[in-house]
């Protein structure tokens, strides 16, 4: 169901006999996918158009991110009847300057304008709001709404009213500022660059799981847990912009890492065969005088596999 989703299929579904209809949009949705015992859970979460890649790359080339000159849409997701969390959550969608004293003027106001819509949530379960935000060019419209409080006064900026606290009347350094305000900074760093693979949230995918009882098996240890999340998140990677870095110290099992990462990604050789697909090769390139070493440890990697050294290339 969630591969038909994700493919653009249109999904329809009886609900007390009303029938509605979901048109999915091809490839414009997150996929997170959990395992619990011999069930499958996927969350699909339909992907801001904020930003978009060049359309001109090649296919399996890295885009580049334009701005645009047309309105964008984005999704907003939070606990139900939670205005904090929507107004941070606004706060991340936009480049509006927003503080949480503007909290109750902001949403109304792009509520009223109708730049902030809520949509019907149906759910069995979870208890969640969705709401969808259309932004203007360099987000005009979110700007034009605190122009106009700040100019009837209705919100103001923090320091702006002489006596009126600001927030700094502790800060005399840069030490006192992080002691203040730290926790808030960090949080804004964490919910701004988000991880493409949180081992702490998310599990393992069962293809790396299964390489990983191969080494076990074939050379009698495991990857380390820190090297499986990386694997993971190296696949994740590939599979989205065919193109990663694995950035590390010598001794780090960079090559068993990044083998784990392509062998989970294209699949294991019975997957493969079921498929219809024929093999995959890689291209490794490493200093002369390690090659018989590192050609071992894929081979201790990915089972069906063979290593084999090039010297030369036949004219």
């Known amino acids: 169901m969630a591969d038909a989703i ?62 645009t000159e047309q309105p964008r849409k984005c999704y907003i997701f939070c606990p139900e009847r939670d205005r904090v969390r929507l107004f941070e959550e606004l706060d991340h969608k936009t480049a509006a300057p927003l503080i949480p004293a503007f909290q109750d003027y902001v949403l109304a106001l792009l509520q009223k304008r109708g730049n902030l ?61 992080l002691n203040t305000f730290g926790v808030t900074v960090a949080d804004r760093i964490r919910d701004q660059f988000v991880p493409i693979f949180d081992p702490a949230r998310e599990p393992l995918s069962d293809e790396v799981l299964r390489i990983n009882d191969y080494i076990m098996q074939k050379a009698g240890y495991s990857l380390y847990d820190v090297q499986l999340a990386v694997a993971e998140a190296v696949k994740r990677q590939l599979d ?44 490794v390139m490493y200093p002369s005088h390690v090659t018989q070493k590192w050609a071992r440890e894929i081979g201790e990697t990915l089972p069906n596999t063979y290593a084999n050294m090039l010297f030369a290339i036949a004219t």
Not at 29 to 55: C, I, K, W
Not at 140 to 162: C, R, S, W, Y
Not at 249 to 262: M, P, Q, R, V, Y
Request: hydrophobic content about 35%; charged content about 30%.
């Open 240 to 283: 989205r912009k065919k193109t990663a870095l694995i950035i590390a110290e010598c001794g780090s099992d960079k090559t068993k890492i990044g083998s784990t990462a392509l062998g989970a990604l294209h699949g294991l050789w019975t997957a493969q065969k079921k498929d219809g697909r024929g093999k995959s090769f890689g291209v």
């Open 117 to 177: 819509r809520q949509l019907e949530v149906i759910s069995q379960k979870e208890r969640i709001d969705a709401w969808t935000l259309d932004l203007e060019p360099d987000d005009k419209n979110v700007i034009e709404v605190l122009e106009e409080g700040l100019k009837a006064g209705i919100i103001q900026i923090p320091g702006a009213v002489p006596g009126a606290p600001d927030g700094f009347d502790e800060v005399n350094n840069v030490t006192g500022y």
């Open 6 to 67: 994700y493919g653009g299929a249109t999904i329809e579904a009886t609900q007390n006999d009303m029938v509605r209809q979901l048109q999915s949009t091809m490839k414009g949705y997150q996929r997170q996918l959990f395992h619990d015992g011999v069930y499958a859970v996927v969350t699909l979460m339909a992907n801001d158009d904020s930003q978009r890649e060049n359309p001109g790359q090649e296919d399996g080339e890295e885009g580049t991110l334009e701005k």
